[in-house]
């Protein structure tokens, strides 16, 4: 079965200090993996994919095949992080699998 | 380049009726998808057409849910009747091919509530 999980709703964290998004996922296939951010009032848009190893906004995130991982993090946090953020695995047919999804809210 | 227009932006719909959803994807783009996203979750997939053609529409409702995408470009989808649990954001998305490593584009969605 493909599934994401994201376990944590929200995270709050101060501004300045590190961010570490959840992810993991549960796929027999080779996956790839993605993190969507939707900001207040926005579409959702594509933040990264795993098989880029590109870094943006600050963000990066490493795919652990072990431990069936893509955490995404950012080790400084901005108020403008915050956001809702999305775990995609992409599964078969180029269908993309969701998480439920992550609130980070930066505090000052 | 334009992004996925989606409209209406908002519907709101007695239970038992009907509504129709419209998509126009990024120019170009072959593979159009559109998706469910309930509150609190994660958007779901309900179909994926490549050109015209349906890729995948396991996860959608037939007996009240449609889709169709005329000629490869627009698409529409409805709702009939619809039901207190369709009350969700319906996005639509779409890729340049199929297999692509690159993620979709999204539309704004259409904010549904069935009352």
């Known amino acids: 079965a493909q599934r994401v999980t994201q376990p944590e709703k929200l995270l709050s964290v101060f501004k300045g200090a590190p961010v570490e998004l959840k992810c993991n996922y549960s796929y027999s296939g080779s996956p790839e993996l993605f993190w969507y951010v939707q900001y207040s009032r926005q579409r959702l848009q594509l933040l990264l994919r795993h098989i880029s190893r590109e870094s943006i906004k600050g963000f990066t995130a490493d795919l652990n095949k072990g431990e069936t991982s893509f955490h995404l993090k950012k080790p400084f946090a901005q108020e403008e992080d915050s956001a809702m953020y999305y775990c995609?695995?992409?599964?078969?047919?180029?269908?993309?699998?969701f998480g439920a999804g992550t609130i980070l809210r930066v505090k000052s | 380049e334009a992004g996925v227009a989606q409209s209406p932006r908002y519907k709101i719909i007695e239970k038992r009726q009907s509504v129709a959803f419209w998509c126009n994807p990024i120019?170009?783009?072959?593979?159009l998808y559109w998706y469910q996203q309930i509150l609190g979750q994660g958007p779901k997939l309900l179909i994926q057409f490549q050109n015209n053609g349906v890729v995948d529409d396991s996860q959608l409702p037939k007996d009240r849910f449609s889709a169709e995408r005329l000629k490869g470009v627009d698409s529409t989808l409805k709702i009939q009747p619809a039901k207190l649990e369709d009350s969700a954001v319906y996005l639509c998305?779409?890729?340049?091919?199929?297999?692509?490593?690159?993620?979709?584009?999204f539309g704004s969605g259409t904010r549904l509530t069935v009352v």
């Open positions: 998305a779409s890729s340049q091919i199929q297999g692509s490593n690159y993620g979709y584009t």
């Open positions: 120019s170009g783009h072959a593979t």
């Open positions: 995609a695995l992409k599964a078969g047919g180029n269908k993309l699998v």
